[in-house]
């Protein structure tokens, strides 16, 4: 990979970590599934208007939506809505990988290897540091609906693997047009059907700029330059070259949430979060082999085992809206 691929490698994981800082400033203007319907919103009109449709299947587009968009995006605003730090968010929802193996498995039939079991216990046991050191001082539902999100985003892989969409980048946006509808619906069961609409007529006040400031980095700096730079970057490596600077999200979601909003996490939440990179990392095979020799069972076939050297979640769209996986919001 050359220098400036590696730059733009970077400045990718970057947008999508500062994505969580957006979210968080967003939320102070708008209610959490209506923000999550904006974002999608955003998308989906010029979407329909000038994108080619991808030509999948509807249900795995629907699956994909559902899963990815509603199930992720909305329980993810949700939880830092109610309270979780978005730096710790960023790690938690990482999660969706081994969630990705595991449904994969239950519900495929794809085959699990010992290297896979043991990054699944080691994120695991990351989550619970993360949740006994939460307990102590906060409630753990916003923990809870954050690693809800992170099984939201499992499901949405599993849909985007079984459609294998010729064109990626035309399928992972078209799934804007799915969550919509539902996430205004919730919206309006949940938060009163008017909330949103006031709060956006509000954010165009001399207030309420930040608000739209934050949805246009959601929408556009967090989903379609992300999205497009991270695809051409897939088409020029493999994806185990590019795959391993997402892991530099959560590093720059904890970083960012660190300097800008005072989230100062603890020790023990710092260390369950690097067990869940590295359990992430390992079960996903970007470790040094010197560092996971042994852990491989003897003589598995990698045909369709979990993601394999894809990203964290596999072939989706990572916390931020950016397609993952083989495509890599």
Known sequence: MTARDRSLAVLVAVLWGLNFLAVRVGLDHFPPFFLAALRYLVLAVPVVLFVPRPGVPLRWLLGYGLGF???QFGLLFLAIDQGMPSGLASVVVQASAPFTVLLGALL?????????????GIAVLGMAVIAVDRARVAPLLPLTLTVLAAVGWAVGNLASRQ???????????????????????????KEGPGTGWRALGESFGPDGWPGLVALVYIALLGSVVGSGIWTALLKRYPAGVVAPFSMLVPVVGIAGAWLALDETPTGWALAGAAAVVAGVLLGTGWLPAFLRRGTDTAAAPRTREGSGGLPPGGQAAGPTGASQGTQRS
Do not use: D, K, N
Not at 108 to 117: A, D, I
Not at 171 to 189: E, R
């Open 108 to 120: 495929l039939r794809e085959r699990v290897t010992g290297r896979q079991l043991v990054g699944i």
């Open 163 to 189: 459609a294998r969409p010729r064109y990626p980048l035309r399928f992972a946006l078209w799934m804007a047009v799915v969550p919509p509808v539902p996430l205004l619906a919730l919206s309006a069961v």
């Open 69 to 71: 968009g509603v199930a």
